[in-house]
């Protein structure tokens, strides 16, 4: 646990008088805190500087690019910076409600009103993470060239570089470049479970924690049903306001495969079978 040096520099570079700090539930990254002072509160994540370099400045990109079309809500980056090895993401406080009676009606829209953001090419402006681990975001052409070259390529090297045996042949890739939807960029959060998004104070979802990229919109998705915590009545409003491509429920492993060997090599052998028998799937 950090101590409290940090964030009492932290609160007087802002000027927040008489600040209090209590934890709040994070991941096994970042310690997050609550900061209540005298006029406001405010979210503070921290972590080590020299583990995960540039972290907080690419999770300060991803949440000013989702903030971008005004389309859902999304924290306010206050600051990021670094003190004593320590680095720091300083963000608006939400207060939150019990969700509103279209909630999943509005997410719906919201997501598909997100995903119609586009970009010339698929990628982003620069790298970030998933979870701990680093995200490539160079540029791609196609849908299929990005989710190969800079989805699923580095995870599978990782893996094998960690002694895992997954199976995979050419035709695997020859395969799935073969039934890749040909669509647009679409502007996604990238790592959408059940926690990384609030309610917020009017009972309306916000999206946190982002792994934000242009990318295959289905990618987003697909990670929505890995884990379950949304709702039908969301993927179903989605399909209404922004129609998928035929064959989308097939292509929905693919697409999780992503999101499994991230697991697989931060968690371990617990996710080999799913992996190793989705890929058996497209080869």
């Not at 509103?100 to 119609?116: N, P, R, V």
């Not at 020859?174 to 959408?192: C, F, Q, R, V, Y």
């Not at 697909?222 to 379950?228: A, D, P, Y």
Request: charged share 25%; aromatic share 12%.
């Amino acid at each position: 646990m950090l101590g409290n040096n940090i964030l009492n520099k932290i609160a007087e570079k802002h000027n927040l008088n008489n600040a209090k700090f209590s934890r709040l539930t994070g991941g096994d990254i970042n310690d997050v805190f609550l900061i209540t002072s005298e006029n406001e509160k405010q979210v503070v994540k921290l972590n080590d500087a020299e583990k995960f370099p540039g972290m907080f400045a690419a999770e300060k990109a991803g949440l000013e690019a989702l903030q971008e079309p005004a389309v859902i809500d999304v924290p306010k980056v206050l600051d990021v910076g670094e003190i004593e090895n320590t680095s720091y993401l300083l963000l608006e406080y939400k207060e939150s409600a019990g969700k509103s009676s279209t909630f999943w009606e509005d997410f719906g829209k919201q997501m598909a009103a997100l995903h119609k953001t586009t970009s010339e090419e698929f990628g982003f402006h620069q790298d970030n993470y998933i979870g701990s681990l680093p995200q490539s975001n160079n540029a791609s052409a196609t849908a299929a060239d990005f989710y190969i070259s800079e989805r699923l390529e580095p995870q599978l090297k990782m893996a094998r570089n960690r002694g895992y045996d997954l199976g995979v042949t050419k035709s695997f890739f020859k395969n799935i470049s073969a039934i890749i939807p040909d669509e647009k960029p679409a502007l996604i959060h990238g790592d959408l479970w059940g926690g990384n998004y609030l309610v917020n104070g009017h009972g309306n979802p916000c999206l946190i924690d982002p792994a934000t990229a242009f990318a295959p919109r289905e990618m987003d998705l697909s990670m929505m049903q890995l884990f379950g915590g949304f709702d039908k009545e969301l993927f179903k409003t989605y399909e209404e306001e922004f129609p998928l491509e035929s064959g989308f429920e097939k292509r929905i492993p693919l697409w999780q495969l992503y999101y499994l060997l991230v697991h697989l090599n931060l968690f371990g052998t617990g996710y080999k079978a799913q992996v190793t028998s989705i890929i058996k799937q497209f080869s």
